[in-house]
């Protein structure tokens, strides 16, 4: 093999170990294998929490990812990597904090600091959705909000990291809030409802079960007017009647349920008045019109109304047929 051929083939096997060795530095040391103490690392804590005192961020920095980094299975391994993301967070650094908390979380479940992770990421999630976490734009010119992919990305990992908990319904209560914030309504409507029925048991649950009937209803206002949508905001006011009955919110939803009955025959009347002004189809009409009178206990007015045009209909119809 001459000199460039060898060179070559170096590259391609050591290449892939060498990738393979920096994808697995963070990962999950195997269980028992965490020694009692290490030193070095022990030294490495002392500088770094020297150097804390000293307001010195690049020593302690220094030292704290030399620990994480070749320290791994150190007893203090948890607790540099908590230092570390504290640090990045003090100094604006959020997106580094967050992977760091991230790590703990992942990398260290058996530690007393796993849930102070947890808790600040979900911390930070929160105030970057409430806009109290800013950035700086334009080297500093000015602080903008969060980027709402990165809110959303960050709150979701939370919901990941704590299944099931109540940590984690918090999160998702976050979250749905949020997308109804940044008027993404629809998808607020899925996370609420994901919400309610993933944390039945949560604090949370019947306030989302009752969003998911007030936002399908609310979408009549914005410009879609789609039936489906209000038997969809009927069905999610009955739900948490059956539900949560003895919640305090029970009267709301019982008069959601019957404000959608009545918008709901509502919208057969505009129907039928289309197809007998407009359309000139009296049939279609006569049923649209004989149905809104057929509910005349969730609609007085429209099937009062609805008897007024119906005749109307008929008389249209008698006329066309001669």
């Given at each position: 093999m001459n000199k460039r051929a060898y060179i070559v083939w170096s590259v391609a096997v050591v290449a892939p170990l060498l990738t393979q060795c920096s994808q697995e530095m963070d990962e999950l040391p195997p269980a028992g294998l965490v020694r009692v103490s290490e030193p070095e690392a022990e030294l490495l804590m002392q500088r770094a929490k020297a150097a804390m005192k000293e307001n010195d961020w690049s020593e302690a920095r220094h030292c704290l990812k030399k620990i994480v980094r070749q320290h791994r299975l150190a007893p203090n391994a948890a607790e540099a990597r908590l230092m570390l993301a504290d640090g990045f967070r003090q100094r604006g650094e959020y997106r580094d904090a967050f992977k760091e908390?991230?790590?703990?979380?992942?990398?260290?479940?058996?530690?007393?600091?796993?849930?102070?992770?947890?808790?600040?990421?979900?911390?930070?999630?929160?105030?970057?959705?409430?806009?109290?976490?800013?950035?700086?734009?334009f080297w500093g010119a000015w602080e903008a909000e969060m980027d709402s992919s990165v809110v959303e990305e960050w709150l979701r990992q939370v919901i990941a990291n704590a299944p099931y908990n109540e940590m984690s319904a918090t999160a998702?209560?976050?979250l749905a809030k949020y997308l109804v914030d940044i008027d993404r309504p629809y998808e607020a409507?899925?996370?609420?409802?994901?919400?309610?029925?993933?944390?039945?048991?949560?604090?949370?649950?019947?306030?989302?079960?009752?969003?998911?009937?007030?936002?399908?209803?609310?979408?009549?206002?914005?410009?879609?007017?789609?039936?489906?949508?209000?038997?969809?905001?009927?069905?999610?006011?009955?739900?948490?009647?059956?539900?949560?009955?003895?919640?305090?919110?029970?009267?709301?939803?019982?008069?959601?349920?019957?404000?959608?009955?009545?918008?709901?025959?509502?919208?057969?009347l505009d129907v039928g008045r289309y197809y007998l002004e407009r359309a000139h189809e009296y049939e279609s009409a006569i049923f649209c019109f004989r149905d809104v009178i057929r509910q005349k206990a969730d609609n007085p007015a429209a099937a009062e109304e609805a008897a007024a045009l119906l005749q109307q209909a008929e008389a249209a119809k008698k006329a066309a047929a001669l």
């Open positions: 908390y991230d790590k703990v979380v992942k990398n260290h479940q058996n530690s007393p600091l796993y849930e102070q992770a947890l808790n600040r990421q979900l911390s930070m999630a929160t105030e970057a959705a409430t806009g109290k976490l800013k950035t700086p734009v998702a209560s976050v409507i899925g996370a609420y409802s994901e919400l309610a029925q993933k944390y039945p048991d949560s604090k949370y649950a019947p306030g989302a079960q009752l969003m998911v009937g007030k936002l399908w209803a609310q979408s009549r206002t914005r410009g879609d007017r789609n039936p489906a949508n209000l038997r969809n905001a009927q069905e999610a006011y009955e739900d948490f009647c059956l539900r949560f009955p003895n919640h305090a919110g029970v009267g709301e939803a019982k008069a959601g349920v019957q404000s959608m009955r009545g918008l709901l025959v509502q919208q057969q």
